[in-house]
């Protein structure tokens, strides 16, 4: 959809680029096609957010009311943070990740590039998931995730059939 049409859409509106798009991979896909392009992504931050200053926050961000992101935090570019959505003390995540309503990512926990977290989902302290994982509302990661899984529960676990979706390919 809106993916096939962002170039036309850039080319007509250049002034400004706010990626409003909710899903991880499609927003890696505008990320790619704005930098073929040489444009940056504006990065939006709702006045009911609560950001630690010291904090790292990558262009084209979108953090809406009531995100908490705490002290020594990096975000990658791209991110889609939902209202209710937190980051852990000297929590890393990579580009294009959407976390949902209600989502934690815990102290110094690592998510890589294109990861989604359902809402009311969690990370737990010190965890790493891996690019192009996709976290089911609800789920607990307890353990480290390998890149491209779907994992759902409590404690989330891989679910059968997961489609590995290597964000590099894209």
Sequence with gaps: GLIDHLEELVATHRS??????????????????LASLSIKPETVISAGAMIDPGSSIGEGTVIHSGVIIERDVSIGRGGLFLPG??????SRCGDAVVLDSGSQIEDMARVGDEVHLGSR??????????????????SIVTTDIEAGVIVS??????????????PQES
């Design 121 to 138: 989902s969690s990370i737990l302290a010190d965890r790493i998931v891996g690019p192009a994982a996709l976290i089911l509302p609800g």
């Design 85 to 90: 959505s937190r980051m852990g003390v000297g």
């Design 153 to 166: 529960g409590m404690p989330a676990e891989v679910q059968p059939g997961s489609v590995t979706n290597d």
């Design 16 to 33: 400004t680029v706010v990626l409003g798009i909710a899903a991880a991979s499609d927003r890696w896909q505008a990320l790619s096609l």
